[in-house]
């Protein structure tokens, strides 16, 4: 199976700034599209930013302007900057990746959530 450890998400005043990474390990042929989702308390989760393998992006309509989704490929890693934070981006944010696996199929795997509180 493959692993995806996230890390970066706390606490943080209003217009306060995180940056959370993910990377995936294990045994996998690659890494295509890698993306960031989020759930708040009573709500849907929703896609915030995806990052196809050659570099285009994707990002939710109220984060555009604030959050920056990377990669670096060597690494297997995908990057969410979180600029300006406001209180309703208050969330649990979860990674997801579409892996190659060594059959050959593609598979998408969940990273356990890390949380984003942002509160005065």
């Known amino acids: 199976q493959v692993q995806l450890v996230e890390s970066g998400g706390g606490l943080v005043q209003p217009g306060g700034s995180l940056r959370l990474s993910c990377a995936a390990s294990?045994?996998?042929?690659?890494?295509?599209?890698m993306s960031w989702h989020r759930q708040a308390p009573g709500k849907e989760r929703e896609l915030v930013a995806a990052i196809a393998s050659g570099g285009s992006t994707n990002y939710l309509d109220s984060v555009k302007d604030r959050f920056t989704i990377s990669r670096d490929n060597a690494k297997n890693t995908v990057y969410l900057q979180l600029n300006n934070l406001e209180v309703d981006d208050t969330a649990v944010y979860y990674c997801?990746?579409?892996?190659?696996?060594?059959?050959?199929?593609?598979?998408?795997?969940w990273g356990q959530g890390t949380l984003v509180t942002v509160s005065s």
């Open positions: 294990g045994s996998f042929y690659s890494v295509n599209t």
């Open positions: 997801k990746a579409a892996v190659r696996t060594l059959g050959l199929r593609l598979s998408e795997f």
